[in-house]
C-alpha cells in the first residue's frame, strides 16, 4: 500500500523497489535496508521503495542464499563425491570452498538479473495500471486503522 501511495513516477518506484528487493540476494550482514535505500538513490529510484523492497523479503535469506548455491551449481557443478574422500586436508577444504564460492557468486549474478528483470516489469506494470484502482479498492474495502 506504501507503494502505491507514493508520489513518484512508476518507473522510479519500481525501480526503488526491484533494486532493494535484490539486495537480498546478497550476503549484507544486517546492512541490507541501508544498502537497498543506497542503491536506489544510486540508480535514481525511490528511496522509500527501496526501503520497501529491501525489508519485503528480508526473511526469505536463507532460502534465496540456497537458491544461489542451487543455480550456480548449474554452471560450476560442485564436486561433493571428491572433497569428502580427501576431508580433513587443507588444500581439499579450500578447493571445496573455491568451488562453492564461485558457484554462489555466479548464481547470484544470474538470480539478480532474472528476478530484477521480472520484478521490475511486474512492478512498473502493476503500478502505471492499476495504481489508482487499487488504491480506490483498498480505500473502500479494507479497514485500515490511522
Same mark, same amino acid.
Given at each position: 500500500?506504501?507503494?502505491?501511495?507514493?508520489?513518484? $513516477?512508476? =518507473? $522510479?518506484?519500481?525501480?526503488?523497489?526491484?533494486?532493494?528487493?535484490?539486495?537480498?540476494?546478497?550476503?549484507?550482514? +544486517?546492512?541490507?535496508?541501508?544498502?537497498?535505500?543506497?542503491?536506489?538513490?544510486?540508480?535514481?529510484?525511490?528511496?522509500?521503495?527501496?526501503?520497501?523492497?529491501?525489508? $519485503?523479503?528480508?526473511?526469505?535469506?536463507?532460502?534465496?542464499?540456497?537458491?544461489?548455491?542451487?543455480?550456480? =551449481?548449474?554452471?560450476?557443478?560442485?564436486e561433493v563425491d571428491d572433497f569428502?574422500?580427501?576431508?580433513?586436508?587443507?588444500?581439499?577444504?579450500?578447493?571445496?570452498?573455491l568451488q562453492l564460492g564461485k558457484?554462489?557468486?555466479?548464481?547470484?549474478?544470474?538470480?539478480?538479473?532474472?528476478? +530484477?528483470?521480472?520484478?521490475?516489469?511486474?512492478?512498473?506494470?502493476?503500478?502505471?495500471?492499476?495504481?489508482?484502482?487499487?488504491? =480506490?479498492y483498498i480505500g473502500k474495502n479494507?479497514?485500515?486503522?490511522?
Amino acid at each position: 500500500m506504501k507503494l502505491l501511495r507514493l508520489h513518484d $513516477s512508476a =518507473h $522510479s518506484v519500481a525501480l526503488g523497489f526491484s533494486l532493494g528487493l535484490l539486495v537480498n540476494f546478497i550476503p549484507s550482514f +544486517g546492512l541490507g535496508p541501508v544498502v537497498s535505500v543506497t542503491f536506489a538513490k544510486l540508480f535514481r529510484g525511490n528511496a522509500i521503495a527501496g526501503l520497501v523492497g529491501g525489508l $519485503s523479503l528480508i526473511w526469505a535469506f536463507p532460502i534465496l542464499f540456497y537458491l544461489n548455491t542451487l543455480v550456480g =551449481h548449474l554452471f560450476f557443478p560442485i564436486e561433493v563425491d571428491d572433497f569428502t574422500d580427501h576431508l580433513g586436508e587443507a588444500d581439499e577444504t579450500v578447493e571445496f570452498g573455491l568451488q562453492l564460492g564461485k558457484a554462489f557468486i555466479a548464481g547470484m549474478i544470474a538470480n539478480m538479473i532474472i528476478a +530484477g528483470i521480472i520484478i521490475y516489469f511486474s512492478s512498473y506494470i502493476i503500478i502505471k495500471n492499476y495504481r489508482v484502482k487499487l488504491l =480506490h479498492y483498498i480505500g473502500k474495502n479494507w479497514k485500515i486503522s490511522k
